[in-house]
């Protein structure tokens, strides 16, 4: 059942029920953190392996410490500077974050989100003591996560309605591309996944230098292979030739259309290709397309994630 009223949307995260929630990245499949069953039947909904971790959705900043037992000056600053918004950050864990959550790791992964409705459902849903809602992408596994409330319904529409679940309807995500996550446990902040907070503004609002990942992260959105839709994704480069045959085409709207293929997206600037992205790759399979062609943003910023989530939808 698609709503629009956020005390529904209270209700049934208060009894312990699933509710996806629009955000400014994507939707999410959110059900109260502390509450063991909710949290197992996301892992149901989605079909997602069970030690990856999820990340815990709050009301504001303030919240952070009942989640994490300390964060370093800088991350702090990084917070208070982008939150609510499209950000992060994996800290030391409190004994609050279950292991379902954390996926038994010592650290948990915490965001304010940047909706109106959901800042709303969540800042009720702490005047009833619950601080927190996981929220993973609200798509089947490894498929291309939903920027609308119908996408959610695609995916998880059978699901949610036979198990009491609700989708609360926010329009579409502002962003369309997943938030920036931080690892925000030594002097420097560390990019575990590129997002809606570029690495220049992580750069200009701590002032420090970004580190790579020492590890290969427990991170299931870094698989090589996942943000995938049925058609198989090409990715070209703007010199390559592509092949005159029926097939989806995304770029820029300064390419030109090969003759014989679907346009499904023709975005004029990279927080329209962003946006518009996780909608053209659905929009391949509803209209049975084999492949899709994707002409790569270069650049850096935001280009970035969407270079990443078309690597990734791309692996075979
Ligand atoms: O924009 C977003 O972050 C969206 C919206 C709904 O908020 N959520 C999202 O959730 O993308 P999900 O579960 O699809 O991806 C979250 C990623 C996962 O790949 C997970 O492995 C990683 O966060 N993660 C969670 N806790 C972690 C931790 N303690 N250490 C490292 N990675 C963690
Ligand atoms: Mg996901």
């Known amino acids: 059942m698609i709503v629009t009223d956020p005390d529904l949307a209270v209700d049934v995260l208060a009894h312990g029920r699933l509710c996806a929630i629009p955000t400014e990245t994507v939707y999410g499949l959110a059900a109260n953190a502390v509450d063991e069953s909710a949290i197992a039947a996301v892992f149901e909904a989605k079909g997602r392996p069970l030690h990856h971790p999820l990340i815990v959705h709050m009301a504001s900043v303030d919240e952070a410490s009942l989640w994490v037992t300390s964060l370093p ?58 601080f927190g809602v996981v929220a993973p992408s609200a798509n089947r596994f490894g498929h291309v996560s939903p920027t609308t ?57 701590t002032g420090l230098e970004i580190r790579e990942p020492e590890s290969a992260p427990r991170v299931s959105g870094t698989l090589e292979s996942h943000y995938a839709p049925d058609a198989h994704v090409i990715l070209l480069s703007a010199t390559d030739e592509i ?28 927080d329209e290709f962003a946006s518009d992205l996780y909608a053209a790759l659905r929009q391949a399979d509803h209209d049975g397309l084999e492949q899709v062609y994707v002409v790569l943003p270069h650049d850096d910023g935001l280009a970035e994630a969407v270079r990443d989530r078309l690597t990734r939808a791309a692996h075979e």
Not at 185 to 190: A, C, F, L
Not at 245 to 253: T, Y
Request: glycine fraction near 10%; hydrophobic fraction near 40%.
């Open 73 to 130: 000056d800088w991350a702090l600053d990084l917070a208070r500077n982008v939150w609510p918004g499209p950000l992060t950050l994996v800290g030391p864990r409190t004994p609050r974050a279950l292991d379902s959550v954390t996926g038994n790791q010592d650290t948990v992964a915490i965001r304010v989100p940047a909706h109106p409705l959901t800042l709303q459902v969540l800042e009720k849903l702490s005047q009833r003591n619950i």
């Open 149 to 205: 409330a119908h996408h959610v319904e695609e995916d998880l529409g059978h699901y949610l309605s036979v198990h009491g679940g609700i989708i609360l309807d926010g329009g579409p995500s502002r962003i369309g591309v997943e938030s920036t996550i931080v690892l925000a446990t030594g002097s420097h902040p560390v990019v575990l996944r590129p997002g809606g907070i570029t690495r220049k503004m992580i750069n200009n609002i």
């Open 243 to 270: 092949p005159d045959h029926v097939a989806g085409f995304i770029a820029f709207q300064e390419i030109a259309t090969p003759s014989q293929s679907v346009r499904l997206s023709s975005p004029t600037t990279i």
